[in-house]
């Protein structure tokens, strides 16, 4: 059964850039595509964006202009960075698989466990 | 964005009873609609997509419907491990965006 592992800071200065790895494990990162999703403490869920294991990337407007994915695949990983960081970046981050293949379809399949990353001074 | 808002934002129910959540999206999605619930401290796990498609090992007695800008999902026989937090989500248009939410806890 594939396995995803978020890893990174879980404390955050504001301004700084947040660097997040997920590790893919018990399966391939190829042929699909991955995603990063955020969910601010008691809130709702917010995609931030996905790249293909060849490197195609989409991006949530709405942070495209702050964040980065990028996919290694020899290490089985992908990474997110988010500049710029202020408190309402403060979020449950998580890594998930989208079941569609090359389609890219948005259906979450497998998620990581969640890293909860507070932005604070 | 396309916009979805989920009513109730919470119900309270017991073991047994039947629920159903409502979904609404900001403009037609036609049947790109997947939900998904959530336990505290969890991640998000997929229970169905396009509308009413069940996900593998999901059980019968959930179930879902609509299409356009109107959806539901219907729990009948609610069991304990139904009780959570439930999130719809649109696939039709870039970004994908989720409901704020309904969380079911119990009576």
């Known amino acids: 059964q594939v396995q995803l592992q978020e890893s990174g800071p879980g404390l955050v200065k504001p301004s700084e850039t947040l660097s997040l790895t997920c590790t893919v494990s018990a399966g391939a990162i190829s042929n699909y595509y991955w995603s990063w999703i955020r969910q601010p403490p008691g809130k709702g869920l917010e995609w931030i964006g996905h790249?293909?294991?060849?490197?195609?990337?989409n991006y949530n407007p709405s942070l495209k202009s702050r964040v980065t994915i990028s996919v290694d695949t020899s290490k089985n990983q992908f990474s997110l960075n988010l500049s710029s960081m202020t408190a309402a970046d403060t979020a449950v981050y998580y890594c998930?698989?989208?079941?569609?293949?090359?389609?890219?379809?948005?259906?979450?399949?497998?998620w990581g466990q969640g890293i909860l990353v507070t932005v604070s001074s | 964005d396309i916009q979805m808002t989920q009513s109730p934002s919470s119900l309270s129910a017991s073991v047994g009873d039947r629920v159903t959540i409502t979904c609404r999206a900001s403009?037609?999605?036609?049947?790109?609609l997947n939900w998904y619930h959530q336990k505290p401290g969890k991640a998000p796990k997929l229970l169905m997509s396009?509308?009413?498609s069940l996900q593998s090992g999901v059980p019968s007695r959930v179930s879902g419907r609509g299409s356009g800008t109107d959806f539901t999902l219907t729990i009948s026989n609610l069991q304990p491990e139904d009780f959570a937090t439930y999130y719809c989500q649109q696939t039709y248009g870039a970004p994908w965006t989720f409901g704020q939410g309904t969380k079911v806890e119990i009576k």
């Open positions: 998930a698989r989208d079941q569609g293949g090359v389609m890219g379809l948005g259906l979450f399949d497998y």
């Open positions: 403009q037609s999605i036609r049947t790109y």
């Open positions: 790249i293909y294991y060849s490197g195609s990337i």
């Open positions: 396009g509308s009413s």
